[in-house]
């Protein structure tokens, strides 16, 4: 027996795609199959329930192996990533410190901030690192990048490693215009890179013209606008030094792409895959030396966008599959956000569970075993194709307006990302986005104002609301200044409903949400529920209640317990004789809400009722309207 090989599922017959359709469209009976069934993805394409090999044979995506041109599997027979910790901008001695703590702790991948570039702060910072195994990334105000350049190279010629170096220096003359909407000069940018390229010549492994396309991601961007402005931004590199006289080789080797990770996963894997592919077929058009000159150098950063102040540690279940993304992906390397980065420093707690976070995932999951474990699978060959198309078509649409510096110029790169940003805002307002503690299933009793520390993201996006914002600065003491409407959103995705909350914690009173439920069991909890978790998004204290025997008792309950909203959850038939009983009883006393939206709305808002809440209710607008009325200061 142990040598007959079983097939299995042979029992079963064949099932053709028309034959599924017509079984699924029967299920359905009538409800249109694209209505029901196919998602509608803000990238500009649509998927299916369910994909078959038909799909994918014709697809040129799965005729390569990890390692291969165009590297849309990798660009690597294995997956080793590397893990990456950024070090707080300190003293150098002690950043050293910190920095040789954490590379016994399972890291093999080091990012500092320098603020004084000196030869004597970066030996101070790499001293006791061993630089052939460890690799090293420096970010720095721009204005100071030649002399980190300077001080980096002199460092490590002095200690012989120049050229065993793996590293990177975070070059982005860009930062400006998407912070501040400051001018791009691209003659200028031009010629400081070149003197860049000159100065870590002698440094083959350094990385120093970055692609920072994680600020897209942060800002709100969608995921085929932060990969088809990447590849234009790569490009634009390629086309400003090679006509400044530099090779197609010299360029492309020093590009490194700094990429957002959202928590989008599949999408997110595919968009890895799809930017490889679609560098590598770039880069070739500048006729390198070699396609090995075409492969990708990609850093992959968990979001902070879509990070929450309240119910913070749902942030490492949105990192964890962030990571998780990135690492099937076959990324080069990753940095893990931690978890309380909107309201604070990252303190030693938080960095040591976000470096766990990829630890786990090499170690428990054993993700770092197989390269591309996705390679093949029906759906993920797909989403390659259809993302790449997409970022593709933006990319050209770059290129035709003249490339990427020109876009950014002109504002339209900022303009469409500010734009995703605005529609993802007014669909967390809508819940068609749900970030889970924030615009849905909230701690009502949560409190957060005191943890949040000055200069966080929760800190500034406060100040901002209220005017009192304070400009950026790195310390260089240069002119930043620019048109503040070509400037990036900075906003996370959390920040209206975390400010509502805030309000409410101000507040010297904070409202009680009483839910008066009555009638049918099964629709006045269902409704219970719902209400709850919409006032609770506001911060207010909930009141629950199994039901009542009539509207007379709800109302004196709601009285007693000095309520400030008396939320009426019945079904929609008993609100015709419940909801003008219980707005008359009540007499203005509170403000009256009816949970739903009956098909006897217009009758009771004849009678005076006029607040209503329900599935397509803007909640963030409703409850702001309540904080204006009930909130006293």
Request: hydrophobic share 40%; net charge negative; proline share 3%.
């Amino acid at each position: 027996m142990a040598e007959i090989k079983e097939k299995l599922f042979e029992q079963f017959p064949p099932v053709s795609q028309e034959e599924w359709r017509a079984k699924v469209d029967a299920d359905l009976k009538g409800v249109p199959f694209e209505k029901k069934l196919v998602w509608r993805t803000n990238e500009g394409f649509s998927v299916q329930p369910m994909y078959r090999r038909s799909d994918i044979a014709d697809l040129k995506t799965t005729d390569s192996l990890p390692g291969e041109y165009p590297y849309v599997r990798g660009t690597r027979d294995n997956n080793h990533w590397l893990t990456r910790q950024e070090v707080l901008p300190i003293d150098p001695a002690e950043a050293n410190a910190v920095a040789l703590d954490v590379l016994q702790k399972g890291v093999n991948s080091l990012g500092f901030t320098v603020k004084e570039p000196t030869p004597e702060n970066i030996a101070r910072l790499l001293q006791g690192i061993d630089l052939e195994s460890v690799e090293v990334n420096f970010r720095g105000c721009v204005r100071k990048n030649l002399e980190l350049a300077k001080a980096l190279v002199a460092v490590l010629k002095e200690r012989g490693a120049e050229k065993t170096f793996r590293g990177s220096i975070d070059y982005n003359p860009l930062k400006r215009a998407f912070r501040h909407g400051a001018e791009v000069d691209s003659a200028a940018i031009a010629k400081e890179a070149c003197e860049l390229l000159d100065i870590v010549k002698d440094v083959p492994g350094l990385k120093v013209l970055a692609v920072d396309s994680e600020l897209f991601n942060n800002a709100g961007a969608y995921i085929f606008q932060e990969l088809g402005y990447a590849l234009a931004w790569g490009a634009q590199w390629m086309t400003l030094l090679t006509e400044a006289g530099r090779s197609a080789t010299e360029v492309a080797r020093r590009v490194k792409f700094n990429m957002g990770v959202s928590s989008n996963y599949f999408m997110e894997l595919a968009k890895f895959r799809a930017a490889r592919m679609l560098w590598a077929q770039i880069a070739e058009q500048y006729k390198p030396e070699s396609k090995e000159d075409c492969k990708m150098a990609c850093h992959a950063v968990t979001s902070r966008f879509n990070q929450t102040l309240y119910d913070a540690h749902v942030n490492l279940l949105r990192s964890q599959t962030e990571a998780m993304s990135a690492a099937l992906a076959g990324v080069d390397s990753i940095t893990v956000t931690p978890f309380d980065a909107p309201y604070k420093t990252p303190d030693e707690f938080s960095e040591r569970i976000a470096r766990n976070q990829q630890l786990l995932l090499k170690e428990e999951s054993h993700l770092d075993k197989v390269a591309d474990p996705a390679g093949g699978s029906y759906y993920v060959e797909t989403l390659t194709v259809a993302i790449g198309q997409e970022a593709w078509k933006l990319f050209l649409e770059v290129e035709d307006k003249g490339g990427f510096f020109a876009c950014v110029n002109s504002g339209d790169v900022q303009a469409a990302v500010n734009a995703s940003c605005r529609k993802r805002h007014d669909d967390m307002a809508r819940r068609k986005e749900i970030l889970l503690g924030t615009n849905q299933f909230p701690n009502f009793n949560e409190m957060a104002a005191e943890k949040i520390e000055a200069g966080s993201s929760a800190a500034v996006e406060e100040a901002k609301v209220k005017g009192e914002e304070e400009g950026h600065s790195c310390g260089c003491g240069g002119n930043c200044a620019g048109d503040p409407a070509r400037a990036l959103s900075t906003a996370r995705q959390a920040s209206d409903f975390e400010l509502l909350r805030l309000q409410t914690e101000a507040a010297s009173n904070r409202p009680k949400a009483f839910m008066l439920t009555i009638g049918n069991l099964a629709m006045r909890l269902a409704r219970a529920q719902f209400s709850s978790n919409f006032f609770g998004c506001a911060g207010y204290e909930i009141l629950d209640n199994i039901g009542f025997k009539s509207v007379e008792e709800g109302i004196n309950a709601a009285m007693e317990a000095k309520a400030d909203i008396v939320v009426l959850c019945s079904s929609d038939d008993e609100y015709a004789e419940f909801a003008p009983e219980a707005f008359k009883l009540l007499d203005g006393r509170a403000e009256f809400v009816v949970a739903g939206a009956p098909a006897c709305a217009e009758e009771l808002k004849a009678a005076g009722i006029q607040n209503f809440i329900h599935v397509k209710s803007d909640v963030l607008e409703t409850l702001r309207g309540f904080n204006a009325r009930l909130l006293k200061k």
